[in-house]
Nanobody
Framework: QVQLVESGGGVVQAGGPLRLSCAAS????????MGWFRQAPGKDRELTAA????????YYADSVKGRFAISRDNSNNMVYLHINNLKPEDTAVYYC????????????????WGQGTQVTVSS
């Protein structure tokens, strides 16, 4: 089991930055690829960014490229999502998730999920 706890959400002004954090515990953190998902009201949960075991490879959804940056600190079992130039359409619950490295980068391949942190962007 991997336990994930997100933090850093809140109400933020459009145009500003935000850093979301995800603390992992349980099994060896560095054995898992990590992803940040979000779900806006009435919409499906979508993958925004993912990072490989050692952090050398990253993936970004087209909708967030250039504004989102994912990083991880394996020594402290943390993964981060840095968001710049926040937009009202970024309003969503953001989830941290973990998958085994051999699995594909699809939502159904992520086995462990946090409870989510709400991000609300005011214009």
């Amino acid at each position: 089991q991997v336990q994930l706890v997100e933090s850093g959400g809140g109400v933020v002004q459009a145009g500003g930055p935000l850093r979301l954090s995800c603390a992992a515990s349980g099994r060896t953190f560095s054995n898992y690829a990590m992803g940040w998902f979000r779900q806006a009201p009435g919409k499906d949960r979508e993958l925004t960014a993912a990072i490989s075991l050692n952090g050398q490879n990253t993936y970004y959804a087209d909708s967030v490229k250039g504004r989102f940056a994912i990083s991880r600190d394996n020594s402290n079992n943390m993964v981060y999502l840095h968001i710049n130039n926040l937009k009202p359409e970024d309003t969503a619950v953001y989830y941290c998730a973990a998958r085994e490295a051999y699995r594909r980068n699809r939502i159904e391949d992520y086995r462990y999920w946090g409870q989510g942190t709400q991000v609300t962007v005011s214009s």
